[in-house]
């Protein structure tokens, strides 16, 4: 048990419970699907179908690679990636739904909430993989077998270390609103990014939206995704990441970029990033079996190993260089409340940040 | 460009004309082409969600401060572009037709060069340049001058930047227009005024200006309707600044929950202003008639410009710098150098970026299949219903061959971005469901091409005279076997050269595609938007090089046929 990434104990041991373990907690109103394993007959129905269009917020550069490590695995079976933001893949589906097209096999987004709305309106299909049944906390798949949890990411700051000095980085939100970091912040944005929708949504509950107001009078770099302000930090083009993928930012200082991360004082903002299958699918058996493979001992190591990201799965290996989920002060997270105020979140952020 | 037909050649009445089934066939398909999605759109304008008529959107599109100040700027912005464009290519084109300046050719084609850059790519290409702390251009600024790290010379993400970056890729407009124009005009006006003992420049000033004045407006004219259209550079560049435009506002009232009646709204008003100024090029266009009367003309006699034509040159090539030299220089080192903002060295050479998009990214095949079967699809079908729409009008083969010709131009007053929320209108519900097949961006791409295709493929007629057709049928050949064996050997390279600039065209269309798009129906414009959202600045200039060389490849092959060229109009997006 050491090895594990961390327990749901550990997490709600944490100031702030996890907002997957409330998510979850209510009791199963029917019983989930048996769990499934890898049969050969999957694997060859797999690739009949040959391709997987896999619909997801993750890095790209990570999701080519995710895909191609199960092609190698399983060749014949071509994972497709379909990148974007996670509220424009949740746009995606939507339009493609709505115009009975049914292209999508596998989602994986960063934002519960998306989640919700898709069961609700039953666009889903039931599917529980024989690892997660055995080594995931009930906390992270959904008891009626329609999501799991494929991995937790934070939106940390971030500051460039040759821009920045130590010393004088921000240790907190309030610290960005100093105006000696006037023009140097670079920011996602809520619309197009499901991490920085749920990390809006927290701050702007828990600092109050007053607290963007001030930061918009900063001159603010804005980008969309969340994958994009680690990179600009990077580069150099900004001296500090207001939100984003956390492990990018980790990737970067692993790949000898001059980049740090701050967990902030007041709490980091959690997103849950979900995946799912779709009942319609094109092609249900590679999705089935890619959606097993990944969230598999082999999946989730990698999403460990090589995103830098963290795992439900309790046998993954710990890879130093990533704090641990529980030593980090986090921000509850609400997929419900997110689902509810999404729309209202981006008329205000667009009121205040001006796009 | 709107083009009247002049001088009608001898009407053919004998005989029955299966031609007029064809026009009636003709005028359905551009009817659906453009009628039915701008119907939708104001249909949708004036509806509340539930379908019951209302001003209300008007209303909220007013006094939406978040509605209001986009098209504010892009009044701005359409105004200063058009300006910038004007002051710099008028005199590039006096100078390239009328002097002396060596190397004119060259210039020539190097605008061509900037004309078939697709916008935004320049626009990413010039955040590489001129992004305030990473961009290339600061970091030599700095080298050079000793500034302090986070001190810049240039800011691209800004208003001023973002008016520099169209302005690149608008001018060719300008320039186009205003050499065109001085080349038609005969040189025996200029020769008079000297023979009356006019200096070169009393000359220039009474005469070869006025002359070009109408050039110099219209394109003023065209400048500001690309900039007000413009998709893909405001996305890129105006978000990070903190602003919206007219365009990036309307497709973002398309995110998830979609408002498409605000966006129709708001589509209107980019419509209106587009049909109106299209009106006003077209009445100042149609007074330059004059300046070309008259049997042979002379060529005109070049001002030499003695040791000035070095200058003139070097200014010339300083201009060039911006839209040409200076972003393919910055998308090729991208391409190869591990990181996208640092100059290639030994130690970060790399051709990581190359094998990425051709072997790993999973979206590149598709995305080229997708946009070379539209690219040859759009440019081939294009082409023919320009052939046979032309000849209908230009041969005044049947009555109601005016109402053909305006519906073939009419489309140049649609912006892409308002035909892409029209068509979506259209085609994602019964009875034609075509969002998510390649059909509609076919629909779309041939709609947004059918001006150009048509206007060159009427001047290539008009060129070729009825008689030489007149003779054959005198000798009893049908309307068709004169076609076959008369016409079409005569128009064989200008229906390649318009095929040609149809698929240039097609291939970089951006602001249509971005509204259409699926995710099996991605062609590389969007995929090079969607990457830029993403930072992956690395992979885009690759795609954006492959897209140069098949571009240029493809324009090299209609410049060799000598055709079109000078009237065309590239759409923008």
């Keep these: 048990m050491r090895n594990m990434k961390f327990s749901r104990r550990d997490v709600l041991k944490g100031s702030t419970a996890l907002a997957v373990g409330t998510m979850f907690a209510e009791p199963a109103r029917a019983a989930p699907p048996p769990a499934s394993a890898i049969t050969p007959a999957l694997i060859e129905a797999a690739k009949k179908e040959g391709k997987c269009a896999f619909y997801t917020a993750m890095d790209l550069q990570f999701a080519e690679q995710f895909g191609k490590a199960f092609e190698a695995k399983y060749p014949g079976v071509a994972v497709r990636v379909e990148r974007s933001g996670a509220e424009r893949v949740f746009t995606r589906i939507a339009q493609e739904y709505q115009s009975n097209i049914h292209a999508v096999d596998v989602v994986n987004t960063s934002d519960q909430a998306h989640c919700i709305v898709w069961k609700r309106n039953n666009w889903l299909a039931a599917y529980v993989p024989e690892d997660v049944a055995q080594h995931y906390d009930k906390a992270f798949y959904d008891p009626d077998g329609f999501e799991v949890v494929t991995r937790i990411l934070v939106s940390p700051i971030a500051y460039n270390t040759d821009l920045v000095k130590k010393e004088e980085a921000p240790k907190s939100f309030a610290d960005l609103l100093d105006p000696k970091w006037a023009g140097k912040m670079v920011k996602a944005h809520p619309a197009y990014s499901g991490t920085i929708m749920n990390s809006t949504f927290q701050v702007a509950r828990d600092l109050g939206w007053e607290y963007f107001e001030k930061l918009a009078k900063q001159r603010v770099m804005q980008v969309q995704s969340a994958t994009d302000t680690p990179k600009k930090i990077a580069l150099g083009e900004r001296a500090i990441m207001v939100d984003g993928a956390g492990y990018l930012v980790i990737r970067e200082k692993e790949a000898g970029k001059p980049v740090e991360v701050v967990y902030p004082t007041e709490g980091t903002p959690l997103a849950t990033g979900p995946s799912a299958i779709f009942k319609n699918a094109p092609n249900p058996n590679a999705a089935r079996l890619f959606f097993n493979w990944m969230h598999g001992r082999e999946g989730q190591q990698m999403l460990v190993d090589v995103a830098r990201q963290y795992s439900a799965h309790k046998q993954t290996v710990e890879k130093p260089g990533v704090r641990k989920l529980g030593d980090i002060k986090l921000m509850k997270e609400d997929p419900e409340g997110v689902e509810k105020g999404a729309e209202e979140i981006k008329r205000r952020y667009a009121q205040i940040f001006k796009v | ?573």
Aim: glycine share 6%.
């Design chain 2, 1 to 573: 460009m709107t083009i009247a037909v002049s001088d009608p050649p001898a009407r053919m009445t004998h005989g029955f004309d299966y031609t007029k089934l064809v026009l009636y066939g003709i005028a359905l398909v551009l009817c659906v082409l453009i009628v039915l999605p701008m119907s939708w759109l104001i249909y949708y304008a004036f509806v509340d969600k539930n379908g019951a008529f209302t001003f209300g959107n008007f209303v909220t599109l007013v006094n939406d401060p978040t509605l209001l100040d986009p098209l504010i700027t892009t009044f701005t912005l359409a105004f200063s572009t058009s300006l910038i464009c004007c002051i710099v290519a008028a005199p590039m084109g006096w100078l390239v037709a009328r002097t002396d300046m060596p190397l004119r050719r060259t210039v020539r084609l190097l605008v061509t060069a900037s004309f078939v850059t697709p916008p935004f790519l320049g626009a990413i290409a010039w955040e590489l340049l001129a992004a305030p702390n990473s961009g290339l251009l600061n970091k030599i600024y700095r080298v050079v001058t000793g500034a302090a790290a986070d001190e810049h010379l240039l800011n691209i993400y800004s208003f001023s930047g973002l008016i520099f970056v169209i302005a690149c890729y608008t001018f060719p407009y300008v320039f186009v227009l205003v050499a065109n124009a001085l080349d038609r005009t005969p040189g025996e006006l200029e020769d008079a005024s000297s023979i009356l003992g006019g200096s070169t420049w009393v000359t220039a000033r009474r005469v070869t200006i006025p002359l070009v004045l109408p050039a110099i407006l219209a394109g003023a004219l065209v400048a500001f309707l690309q900039a007000m259209t413009l998709f893909g550079s405001p996305a890129i560049l105006a978000l990070p600044a903190g602003f919206h435009t007219m365009t990036t506002k309307i497709w973002s009232l398309f995110q998830y929950p979609p408002k498409p009646e605000l966006a129709a709204a708001a589509s209107l008003p980019l419509l209106i202003l587009t049909v109106l100024l299209l009106r006003a090029e077209h009445m100042i266009l149609g007074r330059r008639s004059y300046a070309v009367l008259g049997g042979k003309n002379s060529d005109p006699r070049l001002i030499r410009l003695g040791w000035m034509r070095w200058a003139a040159l070097a200014l010339c090539f300083i201009v060039l710098l911006n839209p040409v030299f200076l972003p393919y220089a910055a998308l090729f080192n991208a391409t190869f150098s591990k990181v996208a903002s640092q100059f290639i060295t030994f130690s970060n050479f790399t051709f990581h970026n190359i094998h990425f998009v051709l072997f790993e990214l999973s979206a590149t095949k598709l995305a080229l299949y997708n946009t070379f079967v539209l690219g040859i699809a759009t440019a081939t079908i294009g082409t023919v219903v320009a052939v046979v729409i032309s000849y209908l009008t230009t041969r005044e083969a049947v009555s109601g061959h005016r109402a053909l010709g305006f519906l073939a131009t009419a489309p140049v007053a649609i912006p892409g971005i308002v035909l892409g929320v029209g068509l979506f209108l259209s085609y994602t519900r019964p009875p034609f469901v075509l969002y998510g097949t390649l059909w509609i961006l076919l629909l779309a791409f041939l709609t947004l091409a059918m001006p150009a295709a048509y206007q060159q493929m009427q001047s290539a007629l008009k060129a070729i005279h009825p008689e030489l057709e007149d003779a054959s049928r005198i000798l009893g050949a049908t309307r068709l076997k004169a076609l076959r064996q008369i016409t079409a050997p005569l128009l064989r390279t200008s229906v390649i050269a318009t095929w040609c600039f149809v698929f240039v065209g097609t291939i970089r269309e951006l602001s249509a595609a971005v509204m259409l798009f699926t995710s099996e129906t991605k062609v590389i414009s969007v995929l090079i938007f969607d990457l830029n959202e993403s930072g992956d600045l690395a992979a885009i200039s690759v795609l954006g090089l492959i897209m140069l060389v098949v571009t240029s490849g493809i324009v090299a092959l209609a410049n060799r046929l000598r055709l079109g060229g000078g009237s065309v109009r590239l759409r923008d997006n």
